[in-house]
């Protein structure tokens, strides 16, 4: 019985991280459709909801990420940790730019940071596997300066025994709510691969690159502009390279300044949306509704 009931309880945290999904709320800003909270509701916490716990699905979303913090803390939380806790209020929002899910190679990304230098930051929660993590830290080290790994408080020291040269972050709850501790630095990672550095960038940007250290663009045409442009890249020393990435990728539209103005538990999801404030303020005002049932 003890078993049978836990298992409903993890199927519950594991619907309630489903709510945080970019399919479901850019459908919300087309079509105002709140059936895939409305769902949860009257599957799992009816009873809560006429005990008078929540009354809009916006203060339901609240009471799911409270819960899923406590209980099934998943990628998505890690994640809005990190706006909250170390992008807000330590690295600050002024001059940097983050992304979520930054393809690099044949690995993602999990979050990136562009301030002055490239931080790469790859989460293992407690629920994950490390089986492609050393592939995934090659693949970051091949742009990024720094790469860290941002886990639960008691795997740290597994993590750090897996690369030396990774820095570590730590995700801690305690009484008065969750921090992000660095346990270690990165070490500087002073060799990147312009090849991969291609791959990052757009056309333009690549482009721009190009133009920038040489003070002009070579004749060529839409089909011969990446090799040369490629072939140019690769003679840029690498510490130049390094800063002219940083500068062309921070230009790319991004809501980072805003974030510290959104909800706390919709900060990732906004950031993966890049919601500017006219749509954010739309997801608000449709979460704000009376839950009717």
């Known amino acids: 019985m003890r078993t049978f009931q836990a ?45 008078g716990e929540f009354s809009t699905y916006l203060e339901y979303i ?7 913090g406590k209980n099934y803390r998943n990628e998505y939380f890690y994640k809005n940790s990190f706006i909250d806790k170390l992008l807000i209020n330590h690295y600050g929002v002024k001059e940097t730019v983050v992304m979520s899910e930054f393809k690099v190679g044949n690995s993602v990304a999990d979050l990136v940071m562009f301030n002055g230098l490239s931080k790469a930051f790859e989460i293992k929660t407690e629920l994950d596997s490390k089986a492609r993590l050393l592939g995934q830290i090659t693949d970051y080290r091949k742009v990024f300066n720094e790469c860290y ?19 570590i972050i730590a995700l801690k709850k305690g009484s008065r709510g969750i921090t992000l501790t660095v346990v270690r630095k990165a070490k500087f990672n002073t060799t990147i691969e312009p090849e991969v550095i291609m791959r990052c960038l757009r056309t333009n940007e690549y482009k721009n690159i190009v133009k920038a ?25 690498q510490k130049e390279l390094s800063e002219l990435f940083i500068c062309e990728v921070k230009k790319r539209k991004s809501n980072t300044a805003q974030l510290k103005n959104y909800n706390k538990e919709l900060r990732q999801l906004a950031l993966a949306m890049n919601l500017d404030k006219k749509k954010y303020e739309d997801i608000i005002d449709k979460l704000n509704k009376p839950i009717k049932i």
């Open 7 to 51: 298992n409903i309880e993890q199927n519950k945290y594991r619907s309630y991280s489903g709510i945080f999904s970019s399919t479901s709320f850019n459908k919300l800003l087309r079509t105002g459709d709140l059936d895939f909270i409305q769902a949860r509701i009257q599957q799992y916490d009816r009873l809560n909801y006429n005990k």
């Open 62 to 68: 609240k009471h799911a990420y409270n819960e899923m």
């Open 149 to 167: 790994i941002i886990t639960d408080e008691t795997l740290t020291a597994k993590y750090a025994a897996e690369d030396e040269n990774t820095g």
């Open 213 to 237: 250290y040489y003070g002009l663009l070579p004749e060529m045409t839409s089909f011969t502009m990446f090799d040369i442009c490629s072939d140019m890249i690769k003679q840029i020393p």
